[in-house]
């Protein structure tokens, strides 16, 4: 893994931290941050392994598949 991908993986490690602290009482909130958390560690591990990650793939087919002729 390339030190960018490192320290966005540390980076994401303490927004989990983050997460539990502050939503632990709120279990929507706390369940969201999750999520998202989650995705984000998703991406990485894409990218780590030479993929693009699901959401800007989406992004990409989107943008193909939206265009219309000139």
Not at 39 to 59: H, Q
């Amino acid at each position: 893994m390339s030190r960018y991908l490192e320290e966005a993986a540390a980076l994401l490690r303490k927004s989990a931290e983050t997460n539990e602290r502050e939503h632990a009482r709120y279990p929507v909130n706390l369940g969201a941050g999750r999520e998202r958390i989650a995705r984000e560690f998703a991406a990485l591990a894409a990218i780590d392994k030479g993929l693009l990650p699901a959401e800007i793939t989406a992004d990409i087919l989107r943008a193909i598949t939206d265009r219309r002729p000139a």
